[in-house]
């Protein structure tokens, strides 16, 4: 079963409005969450790592104060497309892995933004 | 820098047995993983490799050769339900994973 819940799992918002997604760990606590971006028939991107209790590390080219990342608790991360114009519109997905880094890192099911 | 290269397309028939290769270049190896992405779907793991040789699980096989910076997925078997994107992600020195563009596997009947 699912490990890592993504919600909502897609979103229509106009130009200028803010949008929330959240990412839960279910069964383990993620003091390390990562935030990917993927673009239609791209690879994805790492856009940020969301570290509990402290700010999140942010890929270069990817701007902080756009998208906030808040880790408030060790199985819940946000991620918040702030002023969203369309060139935001992808598919945002988020991931975490239990234990040991080299553990593999399971994935929510994905946001689907389409800002208009 | 850092590179994975892979096909960017193949595509096979159900029943039959395809490999898809996978050679990378990174700042230090943590091991390498397979991962399967249908379209419109997040990733899914299937496999992760960190010494030399051949993990075997079900239908699918991984393959790593670290002196080569060589991986390969084995699919044996192949269903209408394999068509999808294969992702080579090899971990770095700083286990960050690297990620490619992945080989989309098409699958006819």
């Known amino acids: 079963g699912a490990v890592v819940s993504q919600h909502p799992s897609w979103v229509i918002c106009k130009s200028g409005t803010s949008v929330k997604i959240e990412c839960r760990s279910l069964d383990f606590q993620a003091t390390t969450m990562f935030w990917y971006r993927q673009f239609p028939k791209q690879s994805l991107m790492l856009m940020a790592t969301s570290n509990e209790g402290s700010k999140a590390t942010y890929e270069q080219g990817v701007e902080k104060d756009k998208f906030l990342i808040n880790h408030a608790s060790l199985t819940l991360s946000t991620l918040t497309v702030t002023s969203a114009h369309p060139e935001d519109s992808s598919f945002y997905i988020c991931?975490?892995?239990?234990?040991?880094?080299?553990?593999?890192?399971?994935f929510g099911n994905g946001t689907r933004l389409t800002v208009t | 820098g850092q590179n994975i290269d892979q096909p960017t397309e193949m595509t096979a028939t159900e029943g039959a047995i395809v490999q898809i290769n996978c050679t990378y270049q990174t700042s230090g190896f943590n091991g390498l993983f397979w991962y399967q992405q249908h379209a419109g779907e997040a990733p899914t793991f299937l496999s992760y490799n960190v010494l030399d040789g051949l993990e075997e699980k079900g239908r699918f096989s991984s393959f790593l050769s670290r002196s080569k910076g060589y991986s390969y997925l084995l699919l044996k078997e192949l269903q209408m339900k394999d068509s999808a994107s294969y992702l080579c992600?090899?971990?770095?020195?700083?286990?960050?994973?690297?990620w490619g563009a992945g080989t989309k596997l098409i699958i006819k009947p």
């Open positions: 991931s975490a892995n239990k234990g040991q880094e080299n553990s593999p890192l399971h």
């Open positions: 992600a090899p971990l770095d020195s700083n286990y960050q994973l690297i």
